[in-house]
């Protein structure tokens, strides 16, 4: 419950920077995961955006409908698909990146910048710890 509070208390802060800009939360974290990573297959963009396999499917089409995202067949297999930002996502990157940035300067004003830098170690250990201890995955 506390992660999860903490979670919606940032997004309060965050999600109106996003919404502003026409987008989702959901579309925003594709875009971002698209533009640290590349172009990607929907299953590893569900699994970097953390957004269900079924779920990312309707998400991408409404994206690609608004020109967000396009999609591409592999030549040799035409049953994967290779998912890319459009000029549209880059130029809204590069717009919300400046207010995030902004937010996440005020934000360190309010709760000091050693807080916010103990917090990201914190979930940074959480999930390293997690990952190495997790018997479901394979290594």
Not at 27 to 35: D, F, G, V, Y
Not at 66 to 80: G, I, N
Not at 97 to 121: F, H, I, N, P
């Amino acid at each position: 419950m506390l992660l999860l509070q903490a979670r919606e208390k940032m997004m309060e802060r965050f999600r109106p920077l996003i919404s502003a800009r026409g987008l989702t939360e959901q579309q925003w974290r594709i875009i971002r995961a698209l533009h640290e990573h590349g172009p990607v297959e929907p299953r590893t963009l569900s699994d970097i955006c953390t957004i269900s396999s079924s779920s990312m499917a309707g998400v991408l089409a409404r994206m690609e409908a608004l020109e967000l995202v396009t999609k591409e067949r592999f030549v040799k297999d035409q049953r994967r698909v290779l998912v890319s930002m459009t000029k549209l996502s880059v130029e809204l990157v590069d717009a919300i990146t400046r207010d995030l940035e902004a937010e996440y300067e005020a934000l360190e004003q309010k709760v000091g910048r050693d807080v916010v830098g103990r917090v990201y170690a914190a979930v940074d250990d959480l999930l390293a710890g997690l990952e190495t201890n997790d018997p479901t995955r394979s290594a």
